[in-house]
């Protein structure tokens, strides 16, 4: 099952080259681009085949929305690295471990995915895990002040290191973990938003704890 799930990458990959490559082929031949471009961007559809991306987050808990980006970054990244934040100015509803271990479940049949948490500088998560491409998605004009401030710091502390944006579905694109809670808090319906281990681990959660206080941050 490996070395099937291997090849089925390197399959994406190939086919998201050849499609990409055949565009480049008629937009040289309908307006005459410089070569140098044109031999450029080949060779940054290789390397994106090639390449370990990180995709960071508090993922408290994960979304569909986020499920969603990580299954097709796949279609562009040899890898990802589902990076779960230890952040000290949060206080989430669920623990490090609990977050990384629900992660794990919902992409268990992925051998091309890791989850691991960190601390600290991203970028330097990043450089220890050998990626050099950061991964984040942009759900709305209010998340790019942020993305775009957090994606210029990265790279003035380590220029190696690249940031790609990506667009949620339509779908998932009001979604957000802090919705999720508060939906599932008032009793509200999940299906659809969430995978259905998760929404298991969040209705045992508020079970568990019936006086509990989210924290919005």
Same mark, same amino acid.
């Given at each position: 099952?490996?070395?099937?799930?291997?090849?089925?990458?390197?399959?994406?990959?190939?086919?998201?080259?050849?499609c990409?490559?055949?565009l480049?082929?008629?937009?040289?031949?309908?307006?005459?681009?410089?070569?140098?471009?044109?031999?450029?961007?080949?060779?940054?559809?290789?390397?994106?085949?090639?390449?370990?991306?990180?995709?960071?987050?508090? #993922?408290?808990?994960? =979304? &569909?929305?986020? @499920?969603?980006?990580? %299954?097709?970054? !796949?279609?562009?990244?040899?890898?990802?690295?589902?990076?779960?934040?230890?952040?000290?100015?949060?206080?989430?509803l669920?623990?490090?471990?609990?977050?990384?271990?629900?992660?794990q479940?919902? #992409?268990?049949q992925? =051998? &091309?995915?890791? @989850?691991r948490?960190? %601390?600290?500088? !991203?970028?330097?998560f990043?450089r220890s895990?050998?990626?050099?491409?950061?991964?984040?998605?942009?759900?709305?004009?209010?998340?790019?002040e942020y993305?775009?401030?957090?994606?210029?710091?990265?790279?003035?502390l380590?220029?190696?290191?690249?940031?790609?944006?990506?667009?949620?579905?339509?779908?998932?694109?009001?979604?957000?973990?802090?919705?999720?809670?508060?939906?599932?808090?008032?009793?509200?319906?999940?299906?659809?938003?969430?995978?259905?281990?998760?929404?298991?681990?969040?209705?045992?959660?508020f079970?568990?704890?019936?006086?509990?206080?989210?924290?919005?941050g």
């Amino acid at each position: 099952m490996k070395m099937l799930s291997t090849k089925l990458t390197r399959c994406n990959a190939a086919v998201l080259i050849a499609c990409s490559a055949v565009l480049l082929f008629h937009l040289t031949k309908e307006y005459q681009f410089d070569n140098t471009l044109i031999n450029r961007s080949y060779a940054l559809l290789f390397f994106c085949a090639q390449m370990k991306a990180v995709y960071p987050g508090s #993922f408290d808990p994960i =979304t &569909n929305g986020h @499920v969603d980006i990580i %299954h097709r970054g !796949l279609k562009i990244f040899q890898r990802i690295v589902v990076a779960v934040l230890e952040n000290p100015k949060k206080q989430p509803l669920f623990t490090t471990k609990e977050r990384v271990d629900m992660i794990q479940t919902v #992409f268990s049949q992925k =051998t &091309n995915v890791e @989850v691991r948490s960190f %601390h600290g500088l !991203l970028v330097d998560f990043a450089r220890s895990n050998q990626a050099n491409v950061i991964m984040r998605g942009l759900r709305a004009i209010s998340d790019f002040e942020y993305e775009f401030q957090m994606a210029l710091m990265n790279r003035k502390l380590d220029p190696e290191i690249e940031t790609f944006f990506m667009t949620p579905s339509v779908d998932y694109s009001f979604l957000s973990s802090n919705l999720v809670k508060e939906v599932s808090l008032l009793g509200g319906c999940l299906k659809g938003l969430i995978p259905e281990s998760i929404e298991k681990r969040l209705r045992q959660k508020f079970e568990q704890n019936p006086n509990i206080t989210l924290y919005k941050g």
